[in-house]
DNA sequence: GGGCCGATCAAG
DNA sequence: TTGATCGGCCCA
């Protein structure tokens, strides 16, 4: 395909969305980021890391419906993270959006978080990348590939080199580090920190 | 109703 | 390395 179909990207293999969702575009709030870290979670197989996991509950009642809408949840006591909603309608997979680099509406992101000077940390993790949006819950169960909501997403300006899309074992996941699902464009300075978790003792 | 912990971040 | 800070979920 020449042109990205992101419809039937986002509803095929949770891991191959994941992929196909580095380099696409998200715009809310006046701003635009470029995707260059995601990672993907499995609403089947018994993926204990996934959100879904447990069940359908009112929180992530969103992940069951079809692909292309958004998952927001809160977590810390003061973080919100961004899914986009993938696979069939039931499936309950989801690809949680890390990181990006902003490409429009700098002012308006430096201006929702003033404490940091680098451009590059703006979007750099995934309580950033919705800081810099100014996502929150309002933005839970909309749809994202329509414009009918405050949150767009749009397919990569150029297409993206299949070499420089890099895997490796998901953030903060204790369980499943066999799965390499967390996917980067690899040289990006945007990409976060990886850090291993680490167990408690 | 109580308690625990988290798909995080920033400061020390 | 640690504190901030609170919603969701499990268990009683």
Redesign the pocket.
Known sequence: MTVLDLPELLAGPVDRAARGLLGCRLSAGGVTVRLTEV?A?AGFGGDE????H?GR????AVMFGPAGFA?V???????W?I?VVCGVEGEAS?V?LRAGEVVEGLPVARER?P??HNAR?LAR?????CAALGIDRSVYGTNLLDGSGPAVLEPPLRPVPAKTVHSGP?????GALDLQWRFWLDGEPTV?AYRRHAP?R
């Open positions: 990672e979670y890391a996934s959100h879904a447990r509950t009112p929180r992530n998952y949840y809160f977590t810390y006591g003061m973080h993270c899914n989801a949680l978080r404490s940091v940390d993790g995934p309580a950033r990348l998901r953030v903060g996941v204790t976060s408690r």
